[in-house]
C-alpha cells in the first residue's frame, strides 16, 4: 500500500540554521503529496502541498519540491526560528479515492536560540 | 471563526472502563474524521463522515470503538471496555468535502483527546 517514510528526529538545530527534513513515498500513480506541522499542544495544520511531479510546494519561509524520480519530498527552509520547534508530518493520500491522508511518524525538530 | 473543538482534552480511565470523547467541527464543514495518535507516530485513521453517514470505519482496531454523528455536526467516540494499548491522543478533523475524484480538500485538526488507561 501507499506509505511515507521520514527521517527520525529529533533535529535539533540553532537559530538561523539550514533545515532539511527527508521523506521519500511509495505510492501508486503520482499522488498530491502534503507537509503537516504540529505546534505543542495544538491539531495538525496543513504547512504546504504539492500536486504534481516538480512542483514546489511553499508557506512561512519553508520548501519543498515534488521529485518523481527520487520518489521524494523534501522539507526544507533557509533559516530557522525557534517558533519553528514543532513536529512535522509528510502525507500522501490513499489511492482508494477518498483522499484520505496516510502520515509519516513524524519528525521533531527543536530550534536552540 | 472557531476551529476544530475536541472535549476532554484529556482522560484518564481505569482498563474496562467506557469513554467518550466529543468533536465539534467547523461549522458548514461535511466531512469528519478520526484519527489515532500513538506516542512518537502519526495521526491513523479511524472512520470517515459525511454529514452523518459513515462512509469508512475501516481504520477501527476492534468492535469496541464505536463513531457517530447523528446530527451531520458533532460527533462522538465511544471506546467500551478499555484497554491499556487504547492510551493515545485521537484526533478529530473537518473539511468542507471530500469525494472521490475531486481534489483534496484541506482538513482542519482539533486539539486532540489524550487518553491515558491504568
Known amino acids: 500500500g501507499d506509505s511515507v517514510t521520514q527521517m527520525e528526529g529529533p533535529v535539533t538545530l540553532s537559530e538561523e540554521a539550514f533545515l532539511t527534513i527527508n521523506c521519500t513515498y511509495t505510492a501508486t500513480g503520482y499522488p498530491s503529496l502534503f507537509w503537516y506541522v504540529q505546534y505543542p499542544g495544538e491539531g495538525l495544520q496543513l504547512l504546504l502541498k504539492a500536486t504534481k511531479a516538480d512542483d514546489k510546494g511553499s508557506n512561512k519561509g519553508f520548501e519543498a519540491t515534488y521529485r518523481k524520480e527520487t520518489t521524494s519530498f523534501h522539507l526544507e527552509k533557509g533559516s530557522v526560528q525557534v517558533s519553528d520547534s514543532a513536529v512535522y508530518f509528510c502525507a500522501l493520500p490513499s489511492s482508494g479515492g477518498s483522499y484520505i491522508p496516510t502520515f509519516g511518524r513524524g519528525t521533531s525538530l527543536i530550534v536552540h536560540p | 471563526g472557531a476551529g476544530v473543538s475536541q472535549s476532554p482534552r484529556y482522560k484518564v480511565a481505569k482498563r474496562g472502563q467506557d469513554v467518550a470523547l466529543r468533536c465539534d467541527p467547523i461549522s458548514g464543514h461535511v466531512s469528519l474524521f478520526w484519527y489515532q495518535q500513538a506516542l512518537g507516530q502519526g495521526p491513523e485513521f479511524l472512520t470517515y463522515f459525511q454529514n452523518e453517514a459513515q462512509l469508512d470505519k475501516s481504520g477501527l482496531p476492534s468492535d469496541r470503538f464505536f463513531a457517530e454523528r447523528p446530527e451531520g455536526s458533532v460527533s462522538t467516540l465511544k471506546i467500551q471496555r478499555t484497554q491499556q494499548e487504547d492510551s493515545a491522543v485521537y484526533l478529530c478533523?473537518?473539511?468542507?468535502?471530500?469525494?472521490?475524484?475531486?481534489?483534496?480538500?484541506?482538513?482542519?485538526f482539533g486539539p486532540g483527546t489524550r487518553l491515558t488507561v491504568l
Open positions: 478533523a473537518s473539511s468542507l468535502a471530500v469525494f472521490a475524484g475531486a481534489s483534496y480538500n484541506e482538513q482542519f
